[in-house]
């Protein structure tokens, strides 16, 4: 509830603290005294939207305080500053926070209700919020709500990646025959590079094979170097001579000159293969030239393309992994988007039979018995709404609630926002405010001058309904009825004076009977009648036992 309703510096109100009970809280005052005021007070504490004319003349800065306390009795004290330069700052028991976590914290605490809010019951999502809110389908709302954005921008989604792999299967195709060619290649540069070095070399030895033939026949072969060598090496050794230098030099030669003609030999080896292995290495320097002309006439850009084409085709696998995926998940989230629609639909349909029941009852309270009241649940539109199961389902649901209503006998109930007049939806309003306060969770519930329009036997049961309400709930009512200001468990009397050129509202507290007697007076129009009237008016109310009914 709210226990305490600090104000300083906000419009006409310079220094104010008001205290609030449990039960029927009731603030009465002229028209112009300021009590508007303390309902922006209230809802910049809640978080609402700052704005810096309500600061009082003169000032640099205005603040409200309110003291919240929980069913469990944790108190919150919310102090909301706003600053002349535009900026506000927002505390929660201190400490510094930001507006959209205090609204988090405190929202749940207050349920305002005024004559600008009743405008907002001619929304159609208004009046879904409320059939929810009534049969406790919130959850449940919010469950479909998001479940059906999902299985949206899934759907979407899917549509999408269609048309992309649609749009790209020629050049995928294109892209793996390409990349197939460079695969079957298999390049790289040290490759190429070792097979330009070898075909050179081939080519180098097959041209001098005859040179070689002839060193090879000129050193090893019949009356070759080798056989005179060792001719002149066996002379030398029989002569008698002292020539152990001269023949190992000769020994040193003939294992040179074999060395060299092995090498020949070998050399004339690898010619009789060049034909055939100069065509395998120009077989394949062919197809690299092949390939690279296809990707840009190097290797540098060969290489490069490879990399950009196994790139492509991964991305095009990955569209059509995801949309493997995604044909998996829609089906699943369908089938709970199904599910949570149908359980939602009749939640709301059980609901809004005994909405109906409810609102028709309070109509009958506040002086409309003959008004009827429906709740029709329409077909969600074709154009936001899918098709799952036979089942019509779009983001609200598979039924768009709306109120229908009529105020006379006979007459056949039509849309809420087409026959209902202003005081007439003035009351519907109120109506299921007083309907909904059953089931709503907020601990205060405060009424802005609900009471327009309304007068005579109709006042004295909506005092009675406000009454009712109030038995288990904190009720804040500005109204100017004196049925309804007669019946307070704490009376509040805004006034205003001028103190040094400047309008100031004061915020009294009528606690005893004399004064609590001269404000109802003027309600009713002031004189001795007036006065008389007042003093029956409380005597009456005070003598009502726990349960609200009267005493004779």
């Known amino acids: 509830m709210l226990a305490s309703l600090t104000l300083r510096n906000l419009a006409t109100i310079s220094d104010t603290s008001i205290e609030f009970e449990h039960g029927l809280n009731i603030l009465t005052g002229e028209t112009g005294a300021g009590k508007s005021i303390l309902i922006d007070g209230i809802l910049l504490a809640l978080g609402e939207r700052a704005d810096t004319t309500l600061i009082r003349p003169g000032s640099n800065a205005a603040s409200v305080e309110a003291m919240f306390v929980s069913e469990e009795g944790a108190e919150f004290l919310v102090r909301r500053e706003v600053r002349s330069q535009g900026r506000s700052r927002y505390f929660i028991n201190d400490e510094l926070t930001t507006l959209e976590d205090g609204r988090n914290l405190i929202a749940g605490f207050v349920d305002l209700h005024s004559q600008s809010s009743t405008p907002a019951l001619l929304r159609r999502h208004v009046q879904r919020a409320a059939i929810d809110e009534f049969s406790g389908s919130a959850d449940l709302a919010c469950k479909l709500s998001i479940g059906f954005g999902e299985y949206s921008s899934l759907l979407t989604r899917s549509d999408e990646l269609r048309a992309q792999l649609s749009a790209v299967a020629d050049k995928r195709d294109i892209a793996q025959h390409e990349l197939s060619l460079i695969d079957k290649l298999d390049p790289s540069s040290e490759d190429y590079n070792s097979l330009m070095f070898e075909r050179r070399e081939l080519e180098a030895v097959r041209n001098g094979a005859e040179i070689l033939g002839k060193i090879s026949e000129g050193i090893s072969g019949d009356d070759g170097i080798l056989d005179s060598l060792g001719a002149f090496r066996h002379s030398l050794a029989n002569s008698g001579i002292e020539t152990k230098d001269a023949l190992e030099l000769i020994e040193q030669a003939e294992i040179a000159l074999t060395e060299a003609s092995s090498e020949c ?288």
């Not at 007049?421 to 309907?435: N, P």
């Not at 309600?523 to 349960?547: N, P, R, W, Y």
Request: proline share 5%; glycine share 8%; hydrophobic share 35%.
């Open 265 to 552: 030999e070998s050399m004339l080896s690898r010619i009789d293969n060049a034909p055939w292995r100069i065509q395998e290495i120009d077989d394949r320097l062919d197809a690299y030239s092949s390939v690279m002309g296809r990707c840009g006439g190097t290797m540098e850009h060969l290489l490069s393309r490879r990399s950009q084409l196994n790139s492509e085709l991964q991305r095009y696998d990955l569209l059509e992994r995801e949309d493997e995926q995604l044909q998996k998940t829609i089906p699943s989230l369908a089938d709970s988007l199904h599910y949570t629609a149908v359980a939602l639909s009749e939640s709301r349909k059980k609901g809004a039979e005994e909405l109906e029941r409810s609102v028709q009852n309070e109509l009958r309270l506040l002086g409309m018995p003959d008004a009827a009241f429906l709740v029709r649940m329409n077909n969600p539109p074709e154009n936001r709404s899918f098709i799952i199961d036979d089942l019509s389902i779009c983001s609200e649901g598979c039924e768009m609630p709306e109120f229908f209503f009529s105020a006379n006998p006979g007459m056949k109930p039509g849309p809420l926002s087409s026959v209902a007049s202003g005081g007439e939806m003035s009351r519907v309003s109120l109506v299921l405010k007083l309907a909904l306060a059953s089931i709503t969770q907020a601990p205060t519930m405060v009424f802005d001058e609900i009471d327009s329009g309304i007068g005579g036997e109709t006042a004295n049961l909506l005092a009675d309904s406000l009454g009712r309400v109030s038995r288990t709930r904190q009720v804040i009512v500005i109204t100017h009825l004196p049925q309804i200001a007669s019946k307070p468990c704490r009376h509040l009397a805004v006034s205003k004076e001028i103190v040094s050129g400047l309008p100031v509202t004061r915020v009294d507290v009528l606690s005893d009977r004399g004064r609590r007697i001269e404000e109802l007076a003027r309600l009713l129009g002031g004189g001795g009648a007036a006065m008389e009237h007042a003093g029956k008016m409380i005597d009456t109310d005070s003598v009502q036992d726990e349960s609200g009914e009267e005493q004779p």
